[in-house]
């Protein structure tokens, strides 16, 4: 699972997240989010992006929580087992479901 970790850039982040003091990462992902979150209505404002562009980013960014989390999931304790992977499983089929329909949508 550390190679799935390093791939994902997700030891990365949590070790320089680390590196902050005191309340600094919880500023940081704070306006990581604002921004993110900031540039579709930034598009849609300024004419870049239509409402159909924003709705497809919004969907890949479902996909995004949807593996990141599965991943989540099964590393969240100390070992890998059957449990935690049974669980992956059962919330990857069940976002997934969600995320199937939102894109049939978008």
Same mark, same amino acid.
């Given at each position: 699972?550390?190679?799935?970790?390093?791939?994902?850039?997700?030891?990365?982040?949590? @070790?320089?997240?680390?590196?902050?003091?005191?309340h600094?990462? @919880?500023?940081?992902? =704070?306006?990581?989010?604002?921004?993110?979150?900031?540039?579709?209505?930034?598009? !849609?404002w300024?004419?870049? =992006?239509?409402?159909?562009?924003?709705?497809?980013? *919004?969907?890949?960014?479902?996909?995004?929580?949807?593996?990141?989390?599965?991943?989540?999931?099964?590393?969240?304790?100390?070992?890998?087992?059957?449990?935690?992977?049974?669980?992956?499983?059962?919330?990857?089929?069940? *976002?997934?479901?969600?995320?199937?329909?939102?894109? !049939?949508?978008?």
């Amino acid at each position: 699972m550390k190679t799935v970790l390093r791939i994902l850039g997700i030891e990365l982040i949590s @070790r320089l997240g680390a590196r902050l003091p005191g309340h600094w990462p @919880r500023v940081v992902s =704070l306006c990581v989010l604002v921004v993110a979150n900031a540039v579709p209505v930034l598009g !849609v404002w300024q004419g870049w =992006l239509g409402f159909g562009d924003v709705f497809l980013l *919004y969907w890949l960014e479902n996909v995004v929580v949807w593996l990141t989390s599965t991943v989540r999931i099964m590393t969240a304790g100390p070992e890998t087992n059957a449990g935690s992977v049974a669980l992956a499983g059962f919330f990857a089929v069940h *976002y997934g479901i969600f995320t199937l329909a939102h894109g !049939v949508f978008t």
